[in-house]
């Protein structure tokens, strides 16, 4: 076999993380128009984590996630997903399918379908909206999206449109929607951003719910909600860590204070 089709085999499967790592990055740059996004950043996800991704605005939060999706590629560095799976050298859906799933702030619904539907399309991936809805469920993919509803907190919303959902049921359903794909890796940007405080605490139980099955990386500007659920947190600033370690560990570093939590 040529080393490009046993990359392409390699590719198509899922992550080996039989060393407890999900994900690697390591010494990874990238600049846009002489501005440096990134910058020697090194990042390590261990399966099933759950690590919050703190740093003020510019600090390379958007662009590691843009990096890690396949949707930008470094200038240099490498970022490894499981020991074999380079994500440098896959497309952006060749990472979905690998088991990568990226939950935007504004939750993408599809508005017009019922709750149950939203997560039949999400299943059964791109194979077109009306063939998808017309494709009947087997019992296995029938209990896991009963499973995936009850995790969300949306079991009795399931024949709702999607577009009556509440902000927050929306973005709990946008969740759903990855976790019926069977990620191993969240990546989950600014999920409390206009929830109530009823609905923040609910996504904090479902985010550390979510943590063991999955690893999952939430990126958060609010502090409190970071501490309802932090584990480890890692803060970036200018494009690289500049502390990691449990939430009182950060915020009682001299230099997260003077470029983050002291703003």
Same mark, same amino acid.
């Given at each position: 076999?040529?080393?490009?089709?046993?990359?392409?085999?390699?590719?198509?499967?899922?992550?080996?993380? !039989?060393?407890?790592?999900?994900?690697?990055?390591?010494?990874?740059?990238?600049?846009?128009?002489?501005?440096?996004?990134?910058?020697?950043? !090194?990042?390590?996800?261990?399966?099933?984590?759950?690590?919050?991704?703190?740093?003020?605005?510019?600090?390379?939060?958007?662009?590691?996630?843009?990096?890690?999706?396949?949707?930008?590629?470094?200038? !240099?560095?490498?970022?490894?997903?499981?020991?074999?799976?380079? &994500?440098?050298?896959?497309?952006?859906?060749?990472?979905?399918?690998? #088991?990568?799933?990226?939950?935007?702030?504004?939750?993408?619904?599809?508005?017009?379908?019922?709750?149950?539907?939203?997560?039949?399309?999400?299943?059964? #991936?791109?194979?077109?909206?009306?063939?998808?809805?017309?494709?009947?469920?087997? #019992?296995?993919?029938?209990?896991?999206?009963?499973?995936?509803?009850?995790?969300?907190?949306?079991?009795?919303?399931?024949?709702?449109?999607?577009?009556?959902?509440?902000?927050?049921?929306?973005?709990?359903?946008?969740?759903?929607?990855?976790?019926?794909?069977?990620?191993?890796? &969240?990546?989950?940007?600014?999920?409390?951003?206009?929830?109530?405080?009823?609905?923040?605490?609910?996504?904090?139980?479902?985010?550390?719910?979510?943590?063991?099955?999955?690893?999952?990386?939430?990126?958060?500007?609010?502090?409190?909600?970071?501490? !309802?659920?932090?584990?480890?947190?890692?803060?970036?600033?200018? #494009?690289?860590?500049?502390?990691?370690?449990?939430?009182?560990?950060?915020?009682?570093?001299?230099?997260?204070?003077?470029?983050? &939590?002291?703003?």
């Amino acid at each position: 076999m040529s080393e490009g089709a046993h990359l392409r085999k390699q590719e198509a499967g899922r992550p080996d993380a !039989s060393h407890q790592t999900i994900l690697y990055l390591e010494d990874l740059n990238v600049s846009f128009d002489g501005f440096k996004a990134i910058n020697n950043l !090194s990042l390590h996800i261990d399966a099933g984590e759950l690590r919050c991704i703190i740093g003020p605005n510019g600090a390379g939060k958007t662009t590691m996630m843009d990096i890690i999706t396949g949707k930008t590629r470094p200038d !240099s560095g490498k970022a490894f997903f499981g020991q074999t799976l380079d &994500l440098l050298r896959m497309s952006e859906p060749e990472i979905a399918n690998a #088991g990568i799933g990226r939950k935007f702030q504004k939750p993408t619904v599809f508005e017009s379908h019922t709750v149950a539907e939203n997560l039949e399309l999400a299943m059964h #991936g791109d194979k077109g909206v009306w063939h998808s809805l017309w494709a009947k469920l087997n #019992g296995e993919q029938q209990a896991q999206i009963d499973a995936t509803l009850l995790t969300i907190g949306l079991t009795e919303h399931y024949r709702r449109p999607a577009g009556a959902l509440s902000h927050g049921q929306k973005q709990w359903l946008e969740i759903g929607m990855l976790l019926v794909q069977k990620p191993y890796l &969240l990546l989950v940007d600014e999920p409390v951003a206009g929830m109530t405080h009823q609905e923040m605490g609910r996504t904090a139980e479902l985010l550390t719910s979510l943590a063991g099955q999955h690893a999952v990386v939430v990126v958060e500007h609010d502090m409190d909600f970071v501490r !309802s659920i932090a584990r480890k947190v890692t803060v970036l600033h200018q #494009g690289s860590v500049l502390a990691e370690g449990s939430m009182d560990e950060v915020q009682d570093d001299p230099r997260v204070i003077e470029v983050y &939590l002291g703003e």
